[in-house]
């Protein structure tokens, strides 16, 4: 036990503590140079009229809904690496390289291949495709944010699967050979039943993740635009604190993500853990 | 011999504290640039003269975080004595946390121009402003000369304007106008560049007080032409993915586009074009409205202006008339003087000596200045409004959305900010 306590008291001081300072906060009027009055639900009333607050849990859906490919793609070319491929120590280093990369260094190169005047409209135009402003439509603006932050996550989902690939049983693939089970066979009915506990730790943290760790791609990509195309509840908390000067409905929409993640992430181990035992 | 330690290290301590509460903190994200490093040094020199065993720390902030990283200080008492912000919005979010400055500097204050965005809900002075900040055109003289236009000769009215982006626009290239919308600053800037004119003066004290309001017609007709001349291809494309700082000013600089909404002071303004461009490549002229007001005159199209940046006192302060004195030097003529000619700003005390600049650009900036200046209109708008201004402006940009429902939709936040 007295082993544990500095552990202890470290989330009790920087976790704990500040979450229920949070929510007191969340609780009040508060703006950066007045501590305000106690208005209780206010702020949570305020989100529910706040079209910003309903934009951004809009997006959150979307963003939501992206997490099966999110933890797909990953997996298949991990299995692809550990059927042995010609080259799978490259590819396992070039598949991993983005996940070094801080995502602001990554908003600032897509920022340049993305722009209207940039490479991939160039390229577009070799083509005779007329360009497109990827970043300045809402239509485009989302679904490109989603596919640059998976491509800089993915390499980390390919390392972790490959190493629940390597506790899948090699005699029962073999065996599934040997009964002449085709490649997709083996894989859907031998490796990928294996692979669950990884599937579900890799869903829970990459639902955690996206909800909680885009904010540097999405400041430095679109700043949350055009209009508020792709403002994630992260990327409001800090727009009402930063630009409003309101850290008592920032803290209460924090609150909000807050269990909003929590309850996901409790279900989705739920749901998964439940399959696993049938 | 550790007690002998322990009492050495309380008795410095002890000796140290005055010195140590003499100390006065200035924030502000200026301190790290080059330009501005004989004027802080002077600010300095001047106050530690005056103030023998006090200290004028400097403070550099980082730019983009920094009224996150304000407001966090703030709200845990942990702010600098001495407080850096822009004038408008930014400025009047803060007035809760610093103190009025009319009885503190009284010799001061009426030398000082632009003060109104510094001026908290109770008319009182929160902020001493250092320099002016105001919009106007900068143009490009060889690509005006290459499509046919005489370079001497700007556009005064918007009919003149919309003949001059037609020639553009007959080229094909480079574009009429730079446009970096990303962070939804270039709709700030036109909005006060097209209210200019085309606002009376009760208007744009109505506007500020909240009277007047986005759907209203004189407001409703600067989104349109913000819609009209987008679709009429004013603009390079890609503008609602391009970044202001620095890029859009870069991009001026090297003829993408032919003209750019700029600043008078700090970055992207006359000394800086001037200094890349060269003084003969590059013109200014304040920018035409759609409509003219009744109070106002054709052709003669005013120069929005206001306080650009400004230092105010930390209520909370362990010094505080240490810190008004701080700020008193910070924005007295003679330390001002290099913050003028070292960074092309334009100072807010009238008793600043900018004769020694030889620049004709300026010369034309400071004679609109005396005659034709009007309020910033985005300046004396609630940074909520500014907000959801940059949303809905990237939206109306891409067609996105409809003038009146932007219009709407900026009603609803102006009520909720400024309610009457």
């Known amino acids: ?278 | 011999m550790q007690k002998l330690k322990i009492l050495t290290a309380i008795a410095t301590m002890v000796v140290a504290s005055p010195a140590l509460a003499q100390e006065i903190t200035v924030w502000d994200v200026n301190v790290d640039d080059a330009a501005h490093a004989t004027y802080y040094d002077h600010a300095k020199a001047a106050f530690e003269a005056a103030h023998p065993g006090a200290t004028l720390n400097l403070l550099s902030q980082p730019d983009a975080e920094y009224y996150t990283l304000l407001g966090t200080a703030l709200a845990s008492k942990a702010g600098p004595d001495v407080i850096w912000a822009n004038g408008g919005a930014q400025a009047k979010a803060l007035v809760g946390g610093l103190i009025p400055l009319d009885d503190k500097l009284p010799d001061l204050i009426p030398k000082l121009v632009g003060k109104s965005a510094f001026t908290g809900p109770d008319g009182k002075l929160y902020f001493i402003p250092t320099t002016l900040q105001g919009h106007v055109v900068y143009y490009n003289k060889a690509l005006y000369k290459a499509a046919g236009l005489d370079p001497e000769k700007p556009p005064t009215s918007w009919a003149e304007l919309t003949k001059v982006c037609d020639a553009f626009k007959a080229q094909g290239k480079p574009a009429c106008f730079m446009m970096a919308n990303k962070e939804g600053y270039n709709a700030e800037f036109f909005l006060s560049e097209a209210a200019n004119q085309s606002l009376t003066a009760q208007q744009q004290a109505d506007w500020l007080a909240g009277k007047l309001h986005w759907s209203d017609p004189p407001i409703k007709t600067i989104l349109q032409a913000w819609v009209d001349t987008a679709k009429n291809g004013w603009y390079q494309e890609g503008g609602n993915s391009q970044t202001m700082f620095m890029d859009e000013f870069a991009l001026f600089e090297q003829g993408v586009g032919a003209n750019v909404m700029g600043l008078l002071s700090n970055v992207a303004h006359w000394k800086q074009f001037e200094t890349n461009m060269g003084v003969d490549k590059v013109g200014v002229y304040p920018m035409p409205s759609p409509t003219v007001a009744a109070d106002q005159h054709e052709g003669a199209p005013g120069v929005p202006l206001d306080g650009g940046v400004g230092y105010g006192v930390n209520k909370d302060s362990a010094n505080i008339d240490l810190a008004v004195d701080a700020v008193r030097i910070l924005a007295s003529p003679e330390v001002l003087s290099y913050l003028v000619n070292d960074t092309g700003s334009v100072p807010a005390n009238t008793e600043v000596n900018t004769s020694g600049i030889d620049s004709p650009g300026l010369k034309q900036i400071m004679g609109w200045l005396a005659t034709r200046a009007v309020p910033t209109t985005h300046a004396n708008s609630s940074a909520a409004e500014l907000d959801e201004w940059h949303h809905q402006s990237q939206l109306l940009f891409n067609g996105e959305t409809t003038v009146d429902q932007a219009a709407t939709a900026l009603d609803k936040v102006q009520a909720e900010a400024k309610p009457q």
């Open chain 1, 1 to 278: 036990m007295l082993f544990l306590l500095p552990a202890i008291l470290l989330v009790l001081v920087f976790r704990i503590f500040p979450l229920f300072w949070g929510f007191g906060i969340s609780l009040t009027s508060a703006t950066s140079t007045d501590p305000g009055q106690f208005i209780g639900a206010g702020n949570y009333l305020r989100a529910l009229d706040d079209p910003n607050f309903r934009s951004a849990m809009a997006n959150a859906v979307v963003v939501l809904l992206s997490v099966p490919i999110f933890v797909t793609i990953p997996m298949l070319l991990a299995i692809l690496i550990h059927q042995g491929v010609p080259g799978r120590t490259f590819f396992r280093s070039v598949y991993f390289f983005p996940a070094i990369l801080s995502s602001v260094i990554i908003g600032s190169i897509f920022s340049v291949v993305l722009s209207f005047n940039g490479n991939l409209n160039a390229l577009l135009g070799i083509a005779g495709i007329s360009g497109v402003d990827w970043l300045g439509h809402s239509a485009t603006a989302l679904p490109v944010t989603l596919a640059i932050q998976c491509w800089s996550t993915f390499g980390m989902g390919v390392l972790i699967f490959l190493a629940g690939l390597s506790t899948v049983s090699k005699e029962m693939v073999e065996a599934a050979r040997l009964d002449g089970a085709k490649m997709w066979q083996i894989w859907w009915h031998v490796i990928i039943p294996e692979l669950r506990p990884i599937i579900e730790f890799s869903t829970v943290i990459t639902t955690i993740g996206l909800l909680t760790s885009m904010f540097g791609l999405i400041y430095v990509l679109t700043g949350g635009g055009p209009g508020t195309a792709t403002t994630v509840p992260e990327y409001l908390i800090w727009a009402a604190q930063g630009k409003l000067n309101r850290p008592a409905y920032a803290a209460a929409v924090s609150m909000v993500l807050f269990f909003m993640t929590s309850i996901l992430a409790w279900l989705q181990i739920r749901i998964l853990s439940r399959n696993a035992n049938i």
